[in-house]
C-alpha cells in the first residue's frame, strides 16, 4: 500500500502563484511515477502533470503548460506542483496519485486539496 497526504491548496487572486506538496509513505520504493490531477465542480477528473521517479521524466496537460511546474524529492519521498499565473478556470480540487509501473495505471490516491483562484 501507498498513503499520500497532499497539502498546500488555497485561495489565492487570479495571477498568484501556490505550491503544493504530496508526500508519499508505505510501499513508496515500488512507486514508478507520480500524478496531479484535478477535479472542477461537475467536471471530470482530468490529468494535470506527471513525473517519474527515476528520471525525472515529466508531462504536463495543455492548459498548464508554462505555467505549472513538477517536481520531485526522492530523499523527502515528496512531490511538488508549482502552480504560477494562476486562472480562475483552475479552480479545483487537486489530487496527487501513485502509477506502480510503467505498465500499470495510477491506483493510489490522495483525498485532495482545494484550490481556488477568484477573479
Known amino acids: 500500500q501507498v498513503q499520500l497526504v497532499e497539502s498546500g491548496g488555497g485561495l489565492v487572486q487570479a495571477g498568484g502563484s501556490l505550491r503544493l506538496s504530496c508526500v508519499t509513505s508505505?510501499?513508496?520504493?515500488?512507486?514508478?511515477?507520480m500524478g496531479w490531477f484535478r477535479q472542477a465542480p461537475g467536471k471530470e477528473r482530468e490529468f494535470v502533470a506527471s513525473?517519474?521517479?527515476?528520471?525525472?521524466?515529466?508531462a504536463y496537460a495543455d492548459s498548464v503548460k508554462g505555467r505549472f511546474t513538477i517536481s520531485r524529492d526522492n530523499a523527502k519521498n515528496t512531490v511538488y506542483l508549482q502552480m504560477n499565473s494562476l486562472k480562475p478556470e483552475d479552480t479545483a480540487v487537486y489530487y496527487c496519485?501513485?502509477?506502480?509501473?510503467?505498465?500499470?495505471?495510477?491506483?493510489?490516491w490522495g483525498q485532495g486539496t482545494q484550490v481556488t483562484v477568484s477573479s
Open positions: 496519485a501513485s502509477r506502480p509501473g510503467i505498465d500499470r495505471g495510477y491506483a493510489y
Open positions: 513525473i517519474t521517479w527515476s528520471g525525472g521524466i515529466t
Open positions: 508505505g510501499r513508496t520504493f515500488s512507486s514508478y511515477a
